[in-house]
């Protein structure tokens, strides 16, 4: 069983960063792969960005360039910095994480960013 809290959401004006974290309470490491998604009002979710357990990224294209994932051994969390946000960045955004076959959700923490 893994169990994942986020955190960092918050209102911000587009242009700006936010950080979020994805704590795990397993060791990180043991995860397969941790991944970043997002649900906007009246949309799919989708996936934003994943890590695995060798290191390797992979980035929606939409945030390309602008985001990026990194894995904390010292916090143990996964955690997601978005730079340059746009108002289409507003959604609930969750982490995922794999495990022996198995899937594993957070709450969410809703991003808002204003024009």
């Known amino acids: 069983q893994v169990q994942l809290v986020e955190s960092g959401g918050g209102l911000v004006q587009a242009g700006g960063s936010l950080r979020l974290s994805c704590a795990a309470s397993?060791?990180?490491?043991?995860?397969?792969?941790v991944g970043w998604y997002r649900q906007a009002p009246g949309k799919q979710r989708e996936l934003v960005a994943t890590?695995?357990?060798?290191?390797?990224?992979n980035y929606a294209d939409s945030v390309k360039d602008r985001f990026t994932i990194y894995r904390s051994n010292a916090k143990n969390t996964v955690d997601l910095f978005m730079n340059s946000l746009k108002p289409e960045d507003t959604a609930v955004y969750y982490c995922?994480?794999?495990?022996?076959?198995?899937?594993?959700w957070g709450q969410g923490t809703q991003v808002t960013v204003s024009s």
């Open positions: 890590i695995t357990g060798d290191g390797s990224t």
């Open positions: 397993v060791n990180i490491f043991s995860i397969d792969a």
């Open positions: 995922n994480a794999h495990r022996s076959n198995l899937a594993y």
